[in-house]
């Protein structure tokens, strides 16, 4: 079974604190992924990466960076959190192949900043 | 620019009835398209991928269509139980451009009731 991990379920943190969000797979994907999911917005890519040490933005990069350092393993960063990136944060992988393309997800991390 | 759109928003059926839950999408450009399950406060469970050059794909009392060319995805569930009660999601992967990030719709909350 494939298994995605997040490092934290519920996180709540100060506005302009900086956060490390992070997600580790076990399948030796090559692409892994962080969203995040608000109500009527639904879920939206923020950054992605498809090797070690190669990021690509998504739709909304803006306050957020990220770090790949190894294969397994993919941390969103919080240079200084606002509140309006109170959020459910979902990271995914998947095989680099179209044809196993198939994306499976973390359980959520929610993060609170006030 | 693509948008994917599941009508309708919120479903609510007795125990035991067939349902059909929609997907749309503009742009037929598509590799794959995804269904997903997500239960209140978690991440997504994938439950469905149909490559696009498939018609579908059944899954126990599950069963996806992908009509590429009208640009529109069926997920059919068969004599619904209470644990069905979810939000489902459905996503397409994008063909050529990003490496295979998904493009949600905004998902059906599904109700069965006892």
């Known amino acids: 079974d494939v298994k995605v991990t997040q490092s934290s379920r519920y996180l709540v943190k100060r506005t302009g604190e900086k956060v490390f969000l992070e997600c580790v797979q076990d399948m030796d994907h090559e692409n892994m992924f962080w969203y995040r999911q608000d109500p009527g917005l639904g879920l939206r890519l923020i950054y992605f990466s498809y090797d070690v040490k190669m990021k690509e933005k998504g739709d909304i990069p803006e306050g957020y960076s990220v770090s790949r350092e190894k294969k397994e393993r993919f941390s969103l960063i919080l240079e200084s959190a606002s509140t309006n990136q109170t959020s459910m944060y979902l990271c995914a992988s998947s095989f680099l192949s179209r044809e196993t393309s198939e994306q499976y997800f973390g359980p959520g991390t929610r993060l609170t900043v006030t | 620019k693509q948008e994917v759109t599941q009508i309708p928003a919120a479903l609510s059926v007795p125990e035991g009835e067939n349902l059909v839950l929609n997907c749309s999408f503009t742009?037929?450009?598509?590799?794959?398209l995804q269904w997903f399950r997500q239960d209140p406060g978690k991440g997504l469970t994938s439950l469905l991928l149909?490559?696009?050059?498939?018609r579908e794909q059944t899954s126990g009392r599950l069963n996806a269509s992908l009509d590429k060319s009208s640009g529109r995805s069926t997920l059919y569930i068969a004599a619904s139980q209470p644990g069905d009660s979810a939000t489902y999601l459905c996503a397409v992967r994008r063909d050529g451009g990003s490496q295979g990030n998904l493009i949600f719709g905004k998902g059906t909350k599904l109700s069965v009731k006892p």
């Open positions: 149909i490559q696009s050059s498939q």
């Open positions: 742009d037929s450009a598509i590799y794959n």
